[in-house]
């Protein structure tokens, strides 16, 4: 079935370091990835998304990589600031019934 | 200002006592949906509504329904709430899915008690 997988379920760097979070789905016609931060007792936001034509986007310290053949993409976090401190979702959008199924999380701590 | 507005942010109730969730966007954004947030399970889709009138179950349907009668509005129904549905409800809405599809903007959320 449809599913969105996400590792690591936790992680922990120094502040100035890079954070790397993958995803890997299962329909290979998902076509749009999105990937949201989520603050501790706030809503989900839309950091950045990447659609399938495209293998790369870049946004200031954030970037996000989609290799279309494994089936799986990528957050990049590059100088971590303790604000970076937070849950990550990346998502998959299926076309086949209008869903987007998100993976489990990923909780990022930028120590100081 | 852009929104989705969510009512209540909390909720206490009792089991078998109906319950709805109110969501609305002022974006004229089509596509709508809930998801519920459980720890170490993400955000699981319920429902979704593509357009007026044209809904659908997400991952998670049971014990839940929806409507969808006007563009702006997408209330989240608990007919007969129990315990197992305690938990974080989001709505959400984009200006599409499937093959345009974009963003969420996400309400602020519910948090529900079934005791």
């Known amino acids: 079935g449809e599913n969105v997988e996400q590792h690591p379920s936790t992680l922990s760097v120094q502040e100035g370091d890079s954070a790397v979070i993958k995803c890997t789905y299962s329909d290979s016609a998902s076509n749009y990835f999105p990937w949201y931060k989520q603050e501790l007792g706030k809503r989900p936001q839309l950091i950045i998304d990447i659609r399938s034509n495209v293998g790369e986007k870049k946004d200031q310290r954030i970037a996000v990589t989609l290799n279309k053949t494994a089936k799986h993409f990528s957050l990049h976090i590059t100088e971590t600031q303790p604000e970076d401190s937070a849950v990550y979702f990346c998502?998959?959008?299926?076309?086949?019934?209008?869903?987007?199924?998100f993976g489990a999380g990923t909780r990022l701590f930028v120590k100081a | 200002e852009a929104q989705v507005t969510q009512n209540p942010r909390y909720l206490i109730t009792v089991t078998g006592k109906k319950l709805t969730v109110t969501c609305s966007q002022n974006m004229n954004h089509e596509y709508m949906s809930w998801y519920r947030q459980d720890p170490g399970l993400g955000l699981r889709q319920i429902y979704y509504s593509m357009n007026v009138e044209v809904t659908d179950k997400g991952d998670v349907p049971e014990g839940y329904k929806v409507s969808r009668k006007e563009k702006r509005n997408f209330p989240l129904i608990l007919e007969s709430p129990s315990p197992n549905q305690t938990s974080l409800y989001f709505c959400?809405?984009?200006?599409?899915?499937?093959?345009?599809?974009?963003?969420?903007?996400f309400g602020s959320g519910t948090r529900l008690t079934v005791v």
């Open positions: 998502a998959a959008t299926f076309t086949g019934g209008f869903k987007t199924i």
């Open positions: 959400a809405s984009s200006l599409g899915q499937g093959n345009g599809a974009y963003g969420y903007t």
